[in-house]
Structure formats: C-alpha cells, structure tokens
Nanobody, 122 residues
Framework: QVQLVESGGGSVQSGGSLRLSCAAS????????MGWFRQVPGKERAWVAD???????WYASSVKGRFTISRDNGKNTLYLQMNSLSPVDTAMYYC????????????????WGQGTQVTVSS
C-alpha cells in the first residue's frame, strides 16, 4: 500500500532551520505531484508548497523566500528546507501526493502522510 512517512521535525529557536523529509513507497513517485501542508490545533490544514512532476514549484506567500521544496525521484523522497523559522511556523507538517496538481493545491490529495511536528520557540 502507499505510505508517506515524514521525518525531520523537532524543536528549534526562532531564526533557526529544519529540513523535513517525506519518504514515499507503494506508488509511482515520479508521476505524482507532491506537497507540504501544515496544521495548528483548531485550524484547517493549510497548503505550504508543492512541486509538480516537472520540478516546478509553488509557495504560500507566508513561506516564500524562506522555505524550499525539492524532490529526489531516485530516492522517492520529498524535502522541505525551512529557514528563518519563527513561532508562527509552529505546526504539524504533512506530506501529500496527488496525481493531479489541482487536487493537491485544493487540499484533496490522493495520499497523506502522518505528519511531523515542528515547534519554533521565541
């Protein structure tokens, strides 16, 4: 079955960096659009960034210039490099895979990971 397993979350001070990874299995990874979402308690899951099958990338305005999404099709792995972190970035971060980019951007991917917690302290 399809599995998306995130890792790399943790606690960091404001201004610090983290690199999230999402290891995918059970799917034709190179044929999927991949994305990152985040969610804080009491709020809806929010789109952060995504990368399509041609390596084109898109970012939410709140993270543009600080976060970088990338993918390694040889390792079936998605990454999110997060720099200049601030407390507002504190959230559970989820990896997602979608056969169609529009559904990924709409928050309706084919598959979700289980999430990894990122906590930024001031």
């Amino acid at each position: 079955q399809v599995q998306l397993v995130e890792s790399g979350g943790g606690s960091v001070q404001s201004g610090g960096s983290l690199r999230l990874s999402c290891a995918a299995s059970g799917l034709n990874y190179s044929g999927y659009n991949m994305g990152w979402f985040r969610q804080v308690p009491g709020k809806e899951r929010a789109w952060v960034a995504d990368i399509d099958t041609n390596y084109n990338t898109w970012y939410a305005s709140s993270v543009k210039g600080r976060f970088t999404i990338s993918r390694d099709n040889g390792k079936n792995t998605l990454y999110l490099q997060m720099n200049s972190l601030s407390p507002v970035d504190t959230a559970m971060y989820y990896c997602a895979a979608s056969s169609a980019r529009w559904s990924l951007f709409a928050g309706k991917p084919n598959y979700w990971g289980q999430g990894t917690q990122v906590t930024v302290s001031s």
